[in-house]
């Protein structure tokens, strides 16, 4: 068999960098590609050997191993031809297959690799290696939309990605803007290969009730003005139903209410939630009757006069 200098075919130095073995290629390329010499077999082979010793030179794993072989292919020339005793197996592994990891498209429907390049990276021959190429399937990305009132209950959900029906349960207190993995149920692989992941990330739709801040809620409260002056009781729509408040006397617009556990669930955390505060808002009254118009003027009148 043979021995290729990877190095000579390109025409660059052992010590050349990634860049440097890449210029070389695709010049040589240029030069010996079939399209450019048709029926000129000494091109055709040409051609294949810059592939060979790119597809080795610029992988580094395959480097790495074409370099530690090379110390050895002289006691491998003169064990003779058969060589049976000679240790391939430091330098090959069918296990690993190529040992890049990657997909590579062989020149010439797969009939581009020599024999050296079998024996150093498949001792099984390129059926094996071709066999052992396993590739991960691309992940998904995919957003799904939530209520808030999903987000704090908790809901399952089913939905079609990838040409398939998915069914997905989301805990209680999940936040806006959580990506979740959902591992192999992206694209399928290749050549045995693994599936990808899907990426879920959760939007929380907007609520006409409550923003939300972590794991507390906030929401607004609109009390008439004499309940402010005066003082009163006032419900407040809640996850749980309806809370009282009770409204001090002189209550001035601003003023913040905090309902202890009434906000959001806490993640992955059982029977723990945040707070719900209350906003109030004064409403100013737009129109009077005659009688009401009287008694705010005879009260501007007694605030004149303290």
Request: charged share 30%.
């Amino acid at each position: 068999m043979e021995y290729k200098d990877y190095y000579k075919i390109l025409g660059v130095e052992r010590s050349a960098s990634p860049e440097e073995i890449r210029k070389a290629y695709r010049k040589l390329a240029v030069r010996y590609h079939p399209d450019k010499n048709k029926g000129d077999k000494n091109s055709e082979e040409r051609f294949k050997e810059i592939n060979e010793a790119h597809e080795v030179l610029s992988d580094p794993e395959k480097k790495r191993k074409y370099d530690a072989f090379g110390s050895d292919w002289q006691r491998y020339q003169n064990a003779g031809p058969t060589a049976d005793h000679f240790d391939w197996s430091r330098y090959t592994n069918t296990r690993q297959g190529w040992g890049g990891g990657g997909e590579y498209e062989e020149p010439f429907g797969g009939q581009g690799f020599s024999d050296f390049f079998e024996i150093l990276f498949g001792q099984a021959g390129r059926q094996s290696a071709r066999q052992t190429t396993h590739r991960k399937g691309r992940d998904v990305q995919a957003t799904l939309n939530l209520t808030l009132q999903e987000a704090y209950e908790g809901t399952a959900r089913t939905f079609e990605i990838v040409d398939r029906a998915l069914r997905v349960h989301l805990k209680p207190g999940i936040a806006d803007g959580t990506v979740l993995r959902l591992s192999g149920k992206g694209n399928a692989g290749s050549r045995g290969g693994a599936a990808g992941d899907l990426y879920l990330t959760i939007k929380i739709l907007p609520d006409p009730r409550f923003e939300r801040k972590g794991d507390d809620l906030w929401a607004n409260l609109t009390v008439p003005l004499v309940t402010a002056v005066l003082g009163g009781t006032c419900t407040v729509s809640t996850f749980k139903g309806t809370a009282k408040i009770t409204i001090p006397a002189g209550s001035q617009n601003g003023k913040v209410f905090r309902l202890a556990g009434l906000g959001m669930p806490l993640y992955e955390e059982q029977d723990r939630f945040g707070d719900l505060y209350v906003t109030l808002t004064i409403e100013i009254p737009r129109s009077l009757t005659e009688e009401e118009e009287t008694l705010f003027r005879r009260l501007k009148d007694l605030q004149a006069q303290s």
